[in-house]
């Protein structure tokens, strides 16, 4: 299975939790691990160069740091972009039907926050990005979601570490 990491984070050398994933990422060859921002600091995303790299591959996974119950701007151009129709939607659009798509993300707060009795879960918050998979006809899988990212604790880390390399790998 072949596997595209998309990492959005806006400034991933400063970043924990995001750079210890794409950095553990990384050591696996059938994994292709893209900093978005590095790739594309003005935003002005290569539509086409994007589109025909991931009609390469199986598996699609979106890495972000959760900004706002929501997603970094940048990732939410690349939907707007990259999602174009007549590929990823409208009769001829079928570029990525089939394909599974994982979201992999952290929220700052700690989980008892995203419980629901006081908010939403991250299950409701995600449903944007969970429609938009149904729309594209791409396989929705469950979310990687991690907590308590802000000042997160070395051991928890590399547990989220080790726990994401394993869904990439798929060893279950
Ligand atoms: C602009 C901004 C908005 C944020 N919004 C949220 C939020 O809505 N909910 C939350 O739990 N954490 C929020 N955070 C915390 C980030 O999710 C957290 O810093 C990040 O997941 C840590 O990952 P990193 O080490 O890769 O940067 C926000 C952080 C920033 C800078």
Redesign the pocket.
Known sequence: MRTRVLVF?PDLQ??????ALAQEARKNPELDVIGMYAKYPDFNIDVKAEQEALEQVDRIVLQF?????SVPPLLKKWFDDVLAYGWAYGSQGTALHGKELLIAA????GEE?YQGDSGYTAEQLFAPLHQTSNFIGTTWLDPFVMYG??GIEQQRLEDYVSAYVRILSDIK
Do not use: C, I
């Open positions: 984070h400063s970043s924990t939790v995001n750079k740091p959760v900004y706002w119950y952290g929220f700052g707060a926050a990212t802000t």
